[in-house]
T-cell receptor, first 114, second 110 residues
Framework: KAGVTQTPRYLIKTRGQQVTLSCSPISGHRSVSWYQQTPGQGLQFLFEYFSETQRNKGNFPGRFSGRQFSNSRSEMNVSTLELGDSALYLC?????????????FGPGTRLTVL | AQRVTQPEKLLSVFKGAPVELKCNYSYSGSPELFWYVQYSRQRLQLLLRHISRESIKGFTADLNKGETSFHLKKPFAQEEDSAMYYCALKGSGGYQKVTFGIGTKLQVIP
């Protein structure tokens, strides 16, 4: 099986722009979670989806949003980018409703905001 | 508020020595605790979770509710254990936010 894939792998944007990141889970996986990783704040939880429904969310401003499609692929969107949004954005997938059972991570999307 | 504390940013041990990566948490309810590992130039991996009570790659972790700790232990360190280790807590009820510790870099000296 192919692993979790994330596109694009690298992205450079300027302040004020918006960005959409994509995550394709392992085939058959229906849970997708998103995380932000920065040197200063470390790992932070963004969202968790199962069967197109957001089940949990972290403490991020409304500029951060996400969704999951019927094929389990997920996207996250960040609007009005700020310099502090520069980070590695990770997504992970798992097969069932429990997002932490056999959870696999993607390689991440490195977002740089100038 | 929930909090995860990993007091050591860097832990250096010799090969064959015991390893204990510390994790303390603050949470008023019944949390679920996890350990994640990230080897150099590899993807983040879920190492273990307290409800599974498994030993993964020789590592174990016991949830101590009295001391609010979830330390990761291995009796004999191996060079391939060198990595970043993150402790994480998932809350219960309502929106189950996940909080990570800042991570501990484990360096196993040959």
């Amino acid at each position: 099986k192919a692993g979790v894939t994330q596109t694009p792998r690298y992205l450079i944007k300027t302040r004020g722009q918006q960005v959409t990141l994509s995550c394709s889970p392992i085939s058959g996986h229906r849970s997708v979670s998103w995380y932000q990783q920065t040197p200063g704040q470390g790992l932070q939880f963004l969202f968790e989806y199962f069967s197109e429904t957001q089940r949990n969310k972290g403490n991020f401003p409304g500029r951060f949003s996400g969704r999951q499609f019927s094929n389990s692929r997920s996207e996250m969107n960040v609007s009005t980018l700020e310099l502090g949004d520069s980070a590695l954005y990770l997504c992970a997938s798992s097969a069932g409703q429990d997002p932490y059972n056999e959870q696999f991570f993607g390689p991440g999307t490195r977002l740089t905001v100038l | 508020a929930q909090r995860v504390t990993q007091p050591e940013k860097l832990l250096s041990v010799f090969k064959g020595a015991p390893v204990e990566l510390k994790c303390n948490y603050s949470y008023s309810g019944s949390p679920e605790l996890f350990w994640y590992v990230q080897y150099s130039r590899q993807r983040l991996q879920l190492l273990l979770r307290h409800i599974s009570r498994e030993s993964i790659k020789g590592f174990t972790a016991d949830l101590n509710k009295g001391e609010t700790s979830f330390h990761l232990k291995k009796p004999f360190a191996q060079e391939e254990d060198s990595a970043m280790y993150y402790c994480a807590l998932k809350g219960s009820g309502g929106y189950q936010k996940v909080t990570f510790g800042i991570g501990t870099k484990l360096q196993v000296i040959p």
